[in-house]
């Protein structure tokens, strides 16, 4: 592997690692609405939380799918 190449996987590992990070964090808010609100519920919270969550997760396997391609185009050369 080249130094090329190995620094283009470092960048997409940062990118995967902070994607992760985030998928966490949304996740982590919106489980918490479910724990912490059972009385006051809000729905428009809970759709935009919704929405940021699957966001944050396409995003995330995005980076996984990048990688992946990214390794495959390396072992083909």
């Given at each position: 592997?080249?130094?090329?190449?190995?620094?283009?996987?470092?960048?997409?590992?940062?990118?995967?690692?902070?994607?992760?990070?985030?998928?966490?964090?949304?996740?982590?808010?919106?489980?918490?609405?479910?724990?912490?609100?059972?009385?006051?519920?809000?729905?428009?919270?809970?759709?935009?939380?919704?929405?940021?969550?699957?966001?944050?997760?396409?995003?995330?396997?995005?980076?996984?799918?990048?990688l992946?391609?990214?390794?495959?185009?390396m072992?083909?050369?």
């Open positions: 592997m080249t130094k090329e190449e190995s620094l283009r996987l470092e960048k997409i590992l940062k990118k995967i690692d902070k994607a992760d990070e985030t998928n966490c964090k949304k996740e982590e808010e919106y489980n918490s609405l479910f724990t912490n609100t059972r009385e006051d519920w809000n729905e428009e919270k809970y759709k935009k939380l919704k929405r940021e969550k699957a966001l944050t997760e396409a995003a995330y396997i995005a980076s996984l799918v990048k992946k391609a990214e390794v495959k185009c072992l083909n050369q």
